[in-house]
């Protein structure tokens, strides 16, 4: 039982196991970065001849349209290691890939890289990496029985929000690696990752918990659905302790689409 200690009462963070050092949870945060909505321009007050208005200029996304053409996890990252459509390529210290086992029923994508992830090359292995080695643990799973990768493969610097054009270059790599991953179970970590796949304008506290089918979208090539389920990032739940009793619900689900296979 003490595995469960993470979804406990939202004033009890600290995790009493062998893991003495997570107690900085309840230590300093950082405060969550505010993301504010789109604004609408403001509409005019008569309505004239409409003439075409030039854009503002951004980040190419061609390279997003491009197909990828890996058949295998392997062909894939060799392939996004030779990608330069992305401009994070260029601030980051290093591309981050995919962690566990890509044979895995369940896999788990989250948004993009932190620091640590970015020195070390491997997805969720900072503070929120821990919590959810705790979360994984509490419904009888560990690093070697999932399969772990983000949206983004490279650190937006500072830890910003990616832009659209980021995730638009990425999204086609990250797609092609759920459908060759094959999951049976596809948990999606936060409000980007579950907004990016789902092709939705919801929040995740709304679609959190809750099952839907996720179908990578590959052009012509047809692929199978996928049970999917989003989940709050760790790094929310870290910000916010009061949400683990949520996360802990929507993780008993989990654990009861487990006991199918």
Partial sequence: MEDLVWQLDAGVDEVVDEKPSL???TGRTSKPAEKTA???????PSAPPRTK???????????AARRISASSIDELH?????????????????MVFAGG??????????EAPGADEDRQGTP???VSGQLL????????????SVYISNILFWRPPGNRSPTDAEIAACLPFAEQHIALAAPQILLLLGGVATKTLLRTREGITRLRGRWTNYTPQLGQKETQPIKCMPLFHPAYLLRQPGAKRQAWGDLL?????MDNF
């Fill in 23 to 25: 107690s900085t949870w």
């Fill in 38 to 44: 789109p604004q609408q321009a403001p509409s005019a």
């Fill in 53 to 63: 208005t030039p854009q503002a200029p951004q980040t190419s996304p061609p390279p």
């Fill in 78 to 94: 060799a392939e996004l290691d030779a990608f330069e459509g992305c401009s994070l390529k260029h601030t980051a210290m290093n």
């Fill in 101 to 110: 086992n890509p044979k895995a029923k369940i896999m788990l994508i989250g």
């Fill in 124 to 126: 969720f292995v900072g």
């Fill in 133 to 144: 080695n705790h979360m994984l643990a509490s419904i009888g799973l560990d690093r070697d």
């Fill in 253 to 257: 689900l989990v654990k009861q689409e």
